[in-house]
């Protein structure tokens, strides 16, 4: 079965610093990548999704992510946070191989101090 | 019309209870599903509807069962559950089940049972 790893739990950072969040999967075909954002008392919502073409996927909010195949990975950046975006970040996967099943890693905490 | 309405917002219930969670869309999408999102953890699949008919169950509980009357509503019927059943169940919808396709979130339904 696929998983997927978020490198970090917890971020803090100051408004306007650079935010990277890392997101590896494991699986060997074929897949769909998502970043999800949860904001407090929200639902989730998604940033930008990678089907095929160009890796480099950008996203709603300033967000981007790259489609690293060789390193099965998925990184969210963002050039500048603004305290806005404290909030919770999930990576998902959809593999597609039993229907649309998403599997989202364990989440990351960002908190951005104003 | 890009939501997923889901109602009750909040739910209390005892273990001796029978409630319904509800779940509303309609963006002409054949797939619905159930997540279950326990408090700082990742939303896990438990149900996958397509065309109505229930396609993946991810080895839920029976006290949990799940109803898709149209394509355009998926109710979660709950019966004795467990206080460790406690946490935000999200409904999400899709156009279908295949890849390439995004997952629209619901807001949840926050139970809590007692």
């Known amino acids: 079965a696929q998983s997927v790893s978020q490198h970090n739990h917890h971020v803090i950072l100051s408004e306007a610093a650079s935010l990277e969040l890392g997101c590896n999967y494991s699986?060997?075909?074929?897949?769909?990548l998502f970043w999800y954002v949860q904001y407090p008392g929200q639902h989730l919502q998604l940033l930008l999704k990678?089907?095929?073409?160009?890796?480099l996927v950008k996203g709603i909010k300033g967000f981007e992510a790259e489609f690293i195949k060789s390193k099965f990975s998925f990184n969210l950046r963002k050039p500048s946070v603004q305290w806005s975006d404290t909030a919770e970040y999930f990576c998902?996967?959809?593999?597609?191989?039993?229907?649309?099943?998403?599997?989202f890693g364990g989440g990351t905490r960002v908190l951005v101090k104003p | 019309d890009t939501e997923v309405t889901q109602t009750p917002k909040h739910l209390v219930m005892g273990m001796t209870n029978k409630k319904s969670l509800k779940c509303e869309q309609h963006?002409?999408?054949?797939?619905m599903y159930w997540y279950k999102q326990k408090a700082k953890k990742p939303p896990e699949l438990m149900f996958v509807?397509?065309?109505?008919?229930?396609?993946i169950n991810e080895s839920v509980p029976s006290r949990f069962s799940p109803e898709c009357p149209n394509s355009s509503l998926l109710n979660l019927h709950l019966h004795a559950l467990q206080p460790e059943d406690s946490a935000l169940y999200l409904c999400?919808?899709?156009?279908?089940?295949?890849?390439?396709?995004?997952?629209?979130f619901g807001q949840g339904t926050r139970l809590t049972v007692v």
């Open positions: 999400a919808s899709s156009q279908g089940v295949s890849l390439n396709t995004e997952a629209f």
């Open positions: 699986y060997g075909g074929t897949v769909n």
């Open positions: 990678y089907f095929s073409g160009d890796p």
């Open positions: 998902a996967v959809n593999v597609g191989a039993a229907g649309n099943k998403l599997t």
């Open positions: 963006m002409g999408h054949r797939a």
């Open positions: 509807y397509s065309y109505e008919k229930l396609s």
